[in-house]
């Protein structure tokens, strides 16, 4: 059976999408069999490998307002053992319609709950906000990674969104873990970087992960051609580090110890 990990941050420019598609590949490539779901209306993560939004005639829209199978919808990537979930610009009007929905918090746990026993990861690429499909996300997955980015507001929103997870834990899904903290757009040439990273793994402990993303040129460009990271230039330092990253998710995975040190309940200094 899968594991369902969200990709979520409220605060926009953080890596999201593209932890969300490169972590994915990755773990693709190391021959786990994985599904990228689409839960952001700007469908970055849909035309990130590959396809064109706009001629997405189908997507999670349709699986949670007109009922339509999301199995009917998954396509192949180009990417070795990677599907995808697709979405499009419809997908920004499902939060009012959800609304009227009896359960609505737990609408794609009734939709897309089977899927794990068809991948050994699902990753699902949240939308910006902490809205209704962001928590439907948070509902419905095993644990979620937050990227932080090594900048001077990295700390800005965290703890609306740890305060949010605490909320989904105690109310909606008690299992809900989280998977770690990943620092992102790390410049070597920074003081203020470094200085970030230092806060951060204060603040957090262990649930930062040990691999850090690099700024890196090839993975602002990768999307433009439709390709994730691995595709467009596997000897990258992105390339790299999204690799570690993915043996680190699956290392930490396969531990039988690996969360019994980590407290998982959201008791970290200044939160």
Known sequence: MGKIISIANQK?????????????ACLGVLDKKTLIID????????????????????????????GVDPKELIVKTKSPHLDLLPSHIDLVGAEIEMISIDEREFVFKKIFSNLRNDYDYIIIDCSPSLGLLTLNSLTLSDSVIIPVQCE????????????????????????????????????????????????????????????????NTRLGEAPSYGETIIMHDASSKGAVNYLNLAKELITKNISTNSNSSVEKNIKVNGF
């Open 152 to 215: 001077y507001f990295a700390l800005e929103g965290l703890g609306k969104l740890l305060n949010t997870i605490k909320i989904v834990q105690s109310r909606l899904n008690k299992s809900l873990d989280i998977e770690g903290i990943l620092l992102t757009m790390y410049d070597t040439r920074l003081r203020l970087s470094n200085q970030v990273i230092e806060e951060v793994k204060i603040h957090f402990q262990q649930l930062v992960f040990d691999t850090i993303i690099h700024r």
């Open 39 to 66: 839960a952001d209306p700007q469908a970055n993560c849909t035309s990130g490998v590959g396809f064109e939004s706009r001629k997405i005639n189908q997507g999670i829209y349709d699986c949670i307002i007109n």
């Open 12 to 24: 926009g420019g953080v890596g999201k999408t593209t932890t969300a598609i490169n972590l994915s």
